[in-house]
């Protein structure tokens, strides 16, 4: 397994904000997702003119890394901002990319990093950003089918 520092995800974080397509907000966010095993796959937001089938930095990174076979997460660090500014606020993720991370993740031990500046971010755990979030487990019953 190859450790990442959280110094070095949010790094790369910066470097998907700069992929980001976004010529109707021209707010862009990166997400550097991070696998248990070590790997990091990058995501950065996708806009469409019709709006609804655009799709958030942390929704492509996780949707990346899914259909390469990941199942497996353990943080992913998020910055966001208007296009050309490199000081940001925190930009956490919405609703929807949190409820993706509750469906591969364990709430307890998932990080999401938000940063503000490549040397300044903040730590949270996915059930801080997501309480009593719905998951896999949910569905899970007694009768397994019947």
């Known amino acids: 397994m190859i450790k990442v520092t959280d110094e070095e995800l949010v790094e790369q974080a910066f470097l998907a904000r700069n992929r980001a397509y976004t ?16 790997r990091i796959y990058l995501g950065c937001n996708i806009e469409n003119a019709a709006y609804t ?3 958030c930095a942390e929704r492509t990174a996780f949707f990346k890394a899914v259909s390469e076979g990941e199942r497996n997460f353990s943080a992913i660090a998020i910055v966001g901002g208007p296009k050309g500014r490199e000081e940001l606020s925190y930009c956490p993720p919405c609703g929807v990319c949190r409820q993706v991370m509750m469906e591969f993740c364990d709430p307890k ?29 949910n569905l899970e019953s007694d009768n397994k089918g019947e």
Request: hydrophobic share 40%.
């Open 109 to 137: 031990h998932f990080r999401i990093i938000l940063a503000g500046t490549k040397e300044e971010y903040r730590v949270y755990m996915l059930e801080e950003l997501l309480p009593m979030g719905f998951g896999p487990e």
């Open 53 to 55: 089938p655009t799709n």
């Open 23 to 38: 010529p109707y907000s021209h707010f862009q966010v990166g997400a550097a997702l991070l696998t248990q095993e070590g």
